[in-house]
C-alpha cells in the first residue's frame, strides 16, 4: 500500500503529464492520450505511468513509441514542475481497463436485450 506523499507525488504527476499532453506535446501521435493511472515506488525513482488513448487498440503502438521518444522532454518538465530532489525515471504502460469496460458494456447491453425477447 502506498504512503500518503507516494499517493500525493503520483497524483501530481498524472496532473501535471495529463497537462503537458493536453497543452504542450507537438507530436500529433500524443493527441487524445489520457494518463489513467501513475504509481510510483517507496524511493521516487521509479513512476509507472498507465496511458489509454481515444481511438484505443489501433494506436497503441504509434502513441507508446511517442511517448518513448517525449520521455526525456516529460521527465525534464516534470522537474521543473514537481520540487522533488530526483526526478523519477518514466515507465510508460498502455492501460487496456477502458476497452475492458467497453466489452464489459457491450455484454450487458446483449444480455438486456436478450431478455427483452
Known sequence: ???IRQQRVADRIRSELSELLLRDAKDPR??????????IDREF???R??????????RRV?????LEHAKGYLRSQLGARIALRRTPDLRFHWDPSLEHG???SELLDA???EEEE
Not at 30 to 39: F, M, R
Not at 62 to 66: K, L, P, S
Open 102 to 104: 467497453e466489452r464489459i
Open 1 to 3: 500500500m502506498p504512503s
Open 62 to 66: 504509434e502513441v507508446m513509441e511517442a
Open 111 to 113: 444480455l438486456a436485450l
Open 45 to 47: 525513482e521509479l513512476a
Open 30 to 39: 500524443l493527441a487524445l492520450v489520457t494518463v489513467t493511472d501513475v504509481t
Open 49 to 58: 505511468i498507465y496511458v489509454n488513448a481515444l481511438g484505443a487498440e489501433e
